[in-house]
Structures are given as structure tokens and as C-alpha cells.
């Protein structure tokens, strides 16, 4: 049997030839049934709802419950600026702690390196102490005379006093 | 809001009911054995639609009806079981034969056509006897183009060989 006969044969006996297909009250029956199948939206979004909020609740209790972060410790302030020989202070360092009358060159305060500033600011404060303490052993500035103290990093401290014409250590 | 998406939900369903219940039921009495089954795998295919109308695809609501259809025909004929099912189709044909060519011609179509596996019997029906060309019917289906066509073969054999049988 070709496939022409075949689909003739199938065409001959289609099952749905004399069917007068569904009748008006089957119809009708039908269509209501499936309407009335339809689900209601109020009932669909009740358990989704409930389900957001279990939902919401959980991470609510676990964002509470999560221990803190732990704070490292602050590191400390000079930690990055590495440590250096106290530059002694050159004797025209009292000069330059002097205030200046002349305006800064534009430019000027950012040329200067953050860490040379703060040796400079060090030596100047140990200077001042240093200045404002009367060793005992040492003989008393004679008035007009220039004293410059500083130490060394070992420890030695040194005292220039600058009279007129002579200098004594 | 809600009312109006059930009016909307409800507008469409009445819409496709509307379009497709003649269609459906056409297709279901050349896939099951007899006109009540048809109408009942008719009305579980629109319940199924009812129920979940956000799995219909838009604009595809028509190859869901008819998968869905299909679907429910290999549901029921894997519930009863190939010979039960052949044997139960048969028994009622015989039962409800009329003398004339043509309720012969249908009778022997019918019990050919329950021998063949559900999705292939979909296939050849939509092929052969709706007319449909076999990119439409995997369309219609969900499957390959090729499959189509591999059971459109594999259907016209069983189906020759059961209608010589018969002739005998």
C-alpha cells in the first residue's frame, strides 16, 4: 500500500467525518466549568505574600544575629614615615623658625616632602626644649652670647655658644 | 487591580474556548476511541489552561492546547496499557458498527489508528487528515522537524500493515 492509497484510506474512515462535534449544552456546560477554574488572584498572592515576608523576616534575623566585623587595630600615626637619625639643626634653623615676611613662591609648599617637614618640626621642638632647660653643669650664657644646643642621635648633646669674634663648646 | 487581571485572565479564557473548543475536539475524536473521551480530554486540556493561564505562551496559545491535548491522550493510553486499550477500542467499534461503507471505513481507521503510540498518532493525524504540513506540526508538537517526519515514516508502515490485516 503507497502512501496515496493510504492517506485515501485514512481520509475514507476519518473518525471525525459525521461528527456533528460538541452540542450547544455541552458547549455551554464546558465553558463554564473552565471558567470557573480559573484561579482567583487574591488567593494566588496570599502565599506569596506570606512567602516574601518569611522571606524578609529570615534575613532580617540574620543580618541581626551576624557578629560585627572585627576593627583591626589602628596602626599608628607615623607608622608610615620610617625612622631616621634626628637631623641636627644647622644654625640657620632659628632663622628659618622665624615667621617669613615674604610670600611662600607658588608651588613651594608642595615641592617640600611631607617627611622632611616633620624632621624639621622634630628638631626644631627638641631645640626649643633643649633651649628652654638650664643645664646645671654648663656655665650661664653670657648676656649678647648665641647658644645652639643640640644631640646626636647616640645621645651626646652639644652646646655652641656664639659670642662675638670667638666660639666656645 | 486584581479584579480586573481576573476579568483579563477570565476574558482570555473565554477567548481561546471560544476559538479553539471546536478545533480540540476535532482532533481529539481522531486521537481517542470514542466521542466521550474526546470531550473529556477537550475540557482537561481547557482546565489545564484554566488553571496555570501564565504557562500559555502569548500568541501560542493554540500549540499549547493541542501539546496539552496530546499530552493527556499519552497520559490515558499509558494508564491502560497498549492491549487493554486496543482491545477495549475494538470490542466498541464492533459494538457500535453500522452496516454502511462508511462506519466500516471509520471503524477500521479508529482501531488502526489506536494501535499506534499517542504522539505518532497525533502526528499522522495532523499530517494526513488535518493536512498540515510537517514544519507546522512541530510547531504545533514541540519536537523536530525530523522527528516529524521519522514518525509520519514509521506510522504509514504499522498503519499499512494493520489496514492489510484487516482486509484479509
Aim: with cysteine.
Amino acid at each position: 500500500m503507497n502512501d496515496e492509497r493510504l492517506r485515501q484510506r485514512l481520509r475514507e474512515g476519518d473518525p471525525a467525518t459525521g461528527e456533528n462535534g460538541l452540542n450547544p449544552g455541552e458547549i455551554h456546560a464546558m465553558r463554564r466549568a473552565v471558567l470557573a477554574a480559573a484561579p482567583e488572584p487574591r488567593r494566588r498572592l496570599l502565599p506569596a505574600l506570606a512567602l516574601a515576608g518569611a522571606a524578609a523576616a529570615i534575613l532580617i534575623a540574620l543580618f541581626a544575629l551576624r557578629p560585627g566585623p572585627v576593627q583591626p587595630p589602628a596602626p599608628p600615626r607615623i607608622a608610615a614615615v620610617p625612622a631616621q637619625p634626628q637631623v641636627p639643626a644647622p644654625p640657620a634653623l632659628q632663622q628659618a623658625s622665624a615667621p617669613r615676611t615674604e610670600p611662600p613662591a607658588p608651588g613651594e609648599k608642595k615641592k617640600r616632602p611631607i617627611q622632611r617637614r616633620r624632621h624639621l618640626r622634630a628638631a626644631r621642638e627638641e631645640t626649643a626644649t633643649l633651649a628652654s632647660r638650664e643645664p646645671a653643669g654648663n656655665p650661664p650664657a653670657e648676656p649678647g652670647a648665641r647658644q645652639i644646643q643640640f644631640s646626636t642621635p647616640g645621645g651626646t648633646r652639644i652646646i655652641w655658644t656664639l659670642t662675638s669674634g670667638k666660639a666656645s663648646r | 487591580m486584581d479584579t480586573s487581571r481576573q476579568r483579563t485572565t477570565t476574558e482570555r479564557l473565554a477567548g481561546l474556548f471560544d476559538a479553539h473548543h471546536q478545533r480540540l475536539f476535532r482532533l481529539a475524536l481522531r486521537l481517542s476511541p470514542d466521542r466521550e473521551e474526546a470531550h473529556d480530554l477537550v475540557q482537561e486540556a481547557f482546565l489545564r489552561a484554566a488553571r496555570q493561564p501564565a504557562s500559555m505562551p502569548d500568541g501560542a496559545e493554540e500549540a499549547w492546547l493541542v501539546r496539552t491535548l496530546v499530552n493527556l491522550c499519552r497520559d490515558r493510553y499509558r494508564r491502560l496499557g497498549v492491549r487493554s486499550r486496543v482491545h477495549e477500542s475494538l470490542r466498541r467499534e464492533e459494538e457500535t458498527a453500522h452496516p454502511e461503507a462508511a462506519a466500516v471505513a471509520r471503524a477500521t481507521v479508529r482501531a488502526a489508528l489506536a494501535r499506534l503510540a499517542p504522539r505518532r498518532r497525533a502526528v499522522i493525524v495532523l499530517h494526513e487528515l488535518e493536512g498540515m504540513p510537517a514544519r507546522e506540526v512541530a510547531r504545533l508538537l514541540g519536537i523536530a522537524e525530523v522527528t516529524v517526519r521519522w514518525h509520519l515514516l514509521t506510522a504509514r508502515r504499522e498503519l499499512a500493515r494493520v489496514l492489510l490485516e484487516d482486509r484479509r
